[in-house]
């Protein structure tokens, strides 16, 4: 999955890169989202800033189109570089992007901005190597969608952790707005039975793959900001639920047509 690092150490990614593409692939919904709210061109360039691996740059780049894939960790780069060399992976992060201004036609973010050191110098430097008119999608969630995560039962610190690094919706806007992009479209994104990413979310109708610690140790929450006691007791609270059929009672208690993350669609303004 396309991450960047961790917002006070990049070294989780380093540690978990080997084995993210175990339960971290490209999902194909998502994948045709981002292509169709990128909507990229034969001939142009384009950015996945945050990449990680590769999963979801390969994606588009499987369809036919020029990539870069920019991301802090030089294990997952080099896991990425195994995929192909056709894409350029390069290191780099969100606030310092290797490359010359209006470079891009168009970038795309994908569960990464809430690793993003600084939102505003962020946006700053994506504005800057896109083009005028260009699109910058990302897709993230907000506190007020992960607040309906019925995790939150189970994993109450972990959770609120999590949490508070995701940007509020009217400051994501507000540093993407003072970097010249405007938001030209918000859509929710629910999380689907048949999803093949399993990032943080991806158990919301399936709970068992929360005790498979491959699973979770794809997943930055778990990975880096768990508490080993807070889990072992969360899992064993969400067995007994589940043996004893609580457990849809919880997550009905968590029920909510907010979303569980969202697709951002973003468009560089001209210079006034």
Same mark, same amino acid.
Not at 70 to 81: F, K, N, T
Not at 83 to 90: D, L
Not at 215 to 244: C, I, P, W, Y
């Given at each position: ?113 809430? #690793? ?36 939150? #039962? ?13 940007? %509020? ?22 999380? #689907?039975?048949?999803? %093949? ?38 899992? @064993? #609270? ?7 059929? @609580? ?21 560089? %303004?001209?210079?006034?």
């Amino acid at each position: 999955m396309c991450k960047g690092a961790i917002s006070d150490s990049p070294g989780i990614y380093d540690l978990i890169g080997t084995g993210y593409n175990n339960t971290r692939k490209a999902d194909p919904f998502i994948s045709e989202r981002l292509l169709e709210l990128l909507a990229p061109m034969a001939g142009e360039t384009y950015l996945d800033i945050g990449c990680g691996t590769g999963n979801y740059t390969m994606a588009m780049a499987g369809e036919g189109y020029a990539f870069y894939g920019v991301d802090p960790s030089v294990p997952m780069l080099g896991e990425a570089r195994l995929k192909s060399s056709k894409v350029h992976w390069v290191q780099g992060s969100s606030e310092k992007i290797p490359f010359a201004d209006s470079f891009f036609a168009g970038a795309m973010a994908t569960l990464t901005i809430h #690793h993003w050191k600084d939102l505003n110098r962020s946006f700053a430097e994506l504005s800057r190597v896109l083009k005028p008119n260009s699109r910058l999608v990302v897709f993230t969630s907000l506190p007020e969608q992960m607040n309906g995560y019925w995790l939150n #039962h189970y994993f109450p610190e972990m959770m609120k952790d999590s949490i508070v690094r995701m940007p %509020e919706l009217d400051v994501l806007i507000a540093a993407a707005s003072s970097a010249r992009l405007r938001l030209a479209k918000r859509e929710k994104y629910f999380v #689907h039975d048949t999803l %093949e990413d399993l990032f943080l979310y991806a158990g919301k109708h399936h709970p068992e793959i929360y005790f498979d610690p491959v699973v979770r140790g794809g997943m930055s929450s778990f990975t880096a900001l768990s508490n080993k006691d807070e889990v072992t007791a969360g899992l @064993q #609270h969400l067995r007994k639920d589940l043996d004893k059929d @609580q457990f849809k009672t919880v997550k009905q208690q968590y029920a909510n047509d907010l979303g569980d993350y969202s697709f951002f669609s973003f468009i560089k %303004e001209t210079a006034p």
